[in-house]
């Protein structure tokens, strides 16, 4: 089993920085990949970045060159690094880790990011 504590959501003005963190109650080293997500009402959730177990990363084309996902396994933390932020940027981002003990991966509770305009 592992827990999935996100935190780092705020409301900011469009152009400002953020930075989200998720840490694992589990060594993150031992997961396949681990990612952020997001979701608006009405929408399904949406991959953001995800950073591998190799350490390579993937990004949504929408936040390529402004977003940034890197990990601390000596803290079992990933972050993201969310620059020059839209108001479209607004939604609920969500941690997950896919394990290879798991089907399905485990999730965070969210955190709530808000850009103004």
């Known amino acids: 089993q592992a827990r999935l504590v996100e935190s780092g959501g705020d409301l900011v003005q469009a152009g400002g920085s953020l930075r989200l963190s998720c840490t694992a109650s589990?060594?993150?080293?031992?997961?396949?990949?681990m990612g952020w997500y997001r979701q608006v009402p009405g929408k399904q959730r949406e991959l953001v970045a995800q950073i591998v177990k190799d350490g390579s990363t993937n990004y949504a084309d929408s936040v390529k060159g402004r977003f940034s996902i890197t990990r601390d396994t000596a803290v079992n933390t990933v972050y993201l690094e969310m620059n020059r932020l839209k108001p479209e940027d607004t939604a609920v981002y969500y941690c997950s880790a896919d394990s290879p003990w798991l089907s399905t991966p485990y999730w965070g509770q969210g955190t709530q990011v808000t850009v103004s305009s």
């Open positions: 589990r060594s993150i080293v031992r997961f396949n990949a």
